[in-house]
């Protein structure tokens, strides 16, 4: 029993009493110490746990009605605020932070009767493909302790391969959730933008950022959208749910009159031989179950890298920005006048990637270069956003590889900025259009996972879901 | 466009992101952000002639919540706990100017 249930499955078992709260946060847990090696949380709450699970054991046996997640393990990610232990984003910065309040998305699990077990690593404020970033270790890929798990929820992504617990959450940026969850052979959902609140998670590039679940299957992403997402009004930012349920229970029977576009900008000859075998593989199938398969092209996609490398450090070097010392985080108590105290607590809290970011943000955001980088980058955007939605006018879904590479050897990258910045390259236009897009793994490659990338319009995360589900059936 | 950052350059950067930065990292910087920038700057190719830059992807404008006192379980203690330096319910900073 290595494997976790589908989270409905494992609610009923602890709601009937079949199984206890408790049992399965004790077989989290021995997943946890088992495999420490892997470097996956940054904290844990064992006792806390414990103590949680014994209350949801105690109200079922007597009786008490309790939530759609009763006694359920979680992780989320260490750039979500959180009552338990610091929040760290994974940077020295905030190494010892105590968040004064909670995420609204943890505030809805927790609701519902999930129990937060531990908080995953990530590349420092969420900024790489690799988890290399992160200022306090590497998570290792899961299928292989020489290689990364992806970034930047790498530990997210991880934990669950894992089994550590049966499902986490993570933050997806340009790709954050969808590429670690391919390299670690899970479900990785990135809802629209604005579907699940932000509120209480560590600002990375405001216009991008998005919150969603890592599962071992479509329908348990299914499940936990269905409970945070929403609006809220602490995230002036959120949408109407374009469904009043995000639960599945297998609505596609097969894909007849389903037009599906595969981005020949994606697959074609450049394409690695042997990803593309997969992801043929998977398309051709989608053609047998009755898909119409239509060849799609999207002018302006190969600028998508290039414009998510202006507005995100953009974005990024302005929520940064409010990192100074004084309130919060890192500072340098040796500075004896305010100025110096500002310029030491960033530059000994930042790593080098945050750096970087910081420096280019300011640089495209600077008077004399604004309307040559930022500004055109911003109009790319609405290029792009124009040409999806032509393209969503053809097909209803879109779909390609999530990642252009196999999980990568540690260390293979990371001293070259823009060879990891490719890693995003497939990933980056879902959150510069602002459109769903989940990754599901598709079989393997030498014992390493491929994950298929699917993107749908904007608010069609449930039709969404509902494909990703049928496609994850007939895999 | 040319994308060749000189150090001065990077020093000039370094000052308005008040960061501070060593000699290695001011050389490393200069070599790594030129490349990004060399990166980016496929952008120049792009007819953007006529199109509205877009900022954020949701159309909603002006989000008011309603004028009520939310009570959002925290208060003045939860936010102080992280003051590296107070004093009762003040946060400390270093002088701002020299002493001459």
């Given at each position: ?9 494992l ?9 206890t ?10 997943f946890i110490?088992?495999?420490k ?38 992780i ?27 995420a609204?998305?943890?505030?809805k ?6 129990i ?12 790489g ?20 798990a ?10 669950v ?23 670690c ?16 998670v ?10 969603g ?29 374009d ?6 229970n ?6 007849n ?14 394409l690695?031989?042997?990803?593309k ?58 500075s ?22 910081i ?60 060879q ?21 793994p ?26 990703a ?7 | ?22 000699d ?35 159309n ?7 004028d ?10 939860d936010l ?21």
């Amino acid at each position: 029993m290595d494997n976790w249930l589908d989270l409905d499955v494992l609610v009923k078992k602890v709601k009937s009493g079949e199984t206890t709260s408790v049992s399965l946060v004790e077989k989290a847990f021995s997943f946890i110490k088992k495999n420490k090696e892997y470097n996956v949380l940054i904290s844990d709450f064992e006792s806390d746990a414990l103590a949680k699970a014994k209350e949801v054991d105690i109200k079922i046996s007597n009786g008490e009605k309790l939530g759609r997640l009763a006694g359920i393990p979680f992780i989320v990610k260490d750039n979500f605020l959180t009552h338990l232990g610091f929040t760290t984003a994974g940077s020295n910065m905030l190494k010892n932070f105590q968040a004064p309040y909670q995420a609204t998305a943890v505030n809805k699990l927790i609701d519902e009767g999930a129990i937060l077990i531990g908080k995953a690593n990530l590349d420092a404020f969420a900024h790489g493909a690799s988890t290399e970033n992160s200022d306090f270790m590497v998570t290792k890929n899961p299928f292989d302790i020489n290689r990364v798990a992806g970034g930047s929820s790498g530990g997210s992504a991880a934990a669950v391969a894992l089994n550590m617990a049966p499902f986490s959450l993570g933050s997806d940026t340009g790709g954050s959730i969808r590429t670690p969850a391919s390299f670690c052979g899970n479900i990785g959902f990135k809802p629209s933008y604005g579907l699940v609140s932000r509120s209480g998670v560590i600002a990375m590039a405001s216009s991008l950022d998005v919150v969603g679940p890592i599962t071992k299957t479509v329908a348990d992403a299914g499940l936990i959208l269905d409970i945070i997402g929403g609006q809220d009004q602490l995230d002036g930012t959120t949408i109407k749910r374009d469904s009043s349920s995000y639960t599945l229970n297998g609505n596609l029977k097969n894909l007849n009159g389903v037009r599906v576009g595969v981005v020949t900008d994606f697959v074609n000859e450049d394409l690695d031989q042997k990803i593309k075998e997969r992801i043929l593989d998977t398309i051709s199938k989608l053609r047998s179950s009755g898909a119409e398969i239509v060849d799609i092209t999207i002018p302006s996609i190969d600028l998508s890298l290039p414009v998510y490398y202006i507005v995100c450090p953009a974005e990024v070097s302005s929520n940064l920005s409010r990192y100074d010392g004084v309130k919060y985080g890192y500072n340098d108590s040796t500075s004896t006048n305010l100025e110096n105290y500002y310029l030491n607590s960033r530059s000994k809290g930042f790593g080098k990637e945050a750096k970087r970011r910081i420096m280019i943000g300011t640089y495209v955001l600077s008077s004399g270069y604004y309307d040559a980088y930022y500004k055109k980058a911003q109009q790319v955007r609405t290029k792009l956003i124009n040409e999806f939605n032509e393209a969503f006018e053809k097909v209803d879904f879109l779909v390609g590889p999530t990642s252009p590479t196999l999980p990568f050897k540690i260390g293979e990258k990371s001293d070259d900025p823009v060879q990891m910045y490719l890693s995003d390259v497939m990933t980056v236009a879902a959150n510069l259009v602002g459109i769903p897009a989940v990754s599901l793994p598709v079989g393997f490659i030498d014992n390493l996972p491929v994950g298929f990338q699917i993107m749908a319009p904007f608010k069609a995360d449930k039709k969404l879901l509902d494909f990703a589900e049928f496609v994850e059936g007939i895999k | 466009m040319s994308n060749n950052l000189s150090s001065s350059d990077i020093l000039k950067l370094a000052k308005l992101s008040k960061l501070v930065l060593s000699d290695e990292e001011v050389i490393e910087m200069q070599k790594e952000l030129s490349q990004i920038l060399d990166f980016v700057s496929k952008l120049s190719e792009a007819d953007v002639k006529d199109i509205k830059p877009t900022d954020q992807v949701t159309n909603l404008t002006t989000v008011l919540r309603s004028d009520k006192n939310i009570d959002y379980g925290y208060g003045l203690e939860d936010l102080m706990k992280n003051v590296p330096n107070r004093d009762n319910d003040f946060i400390k900073v270093p002088r701002m100017l020299q002493e001459s």
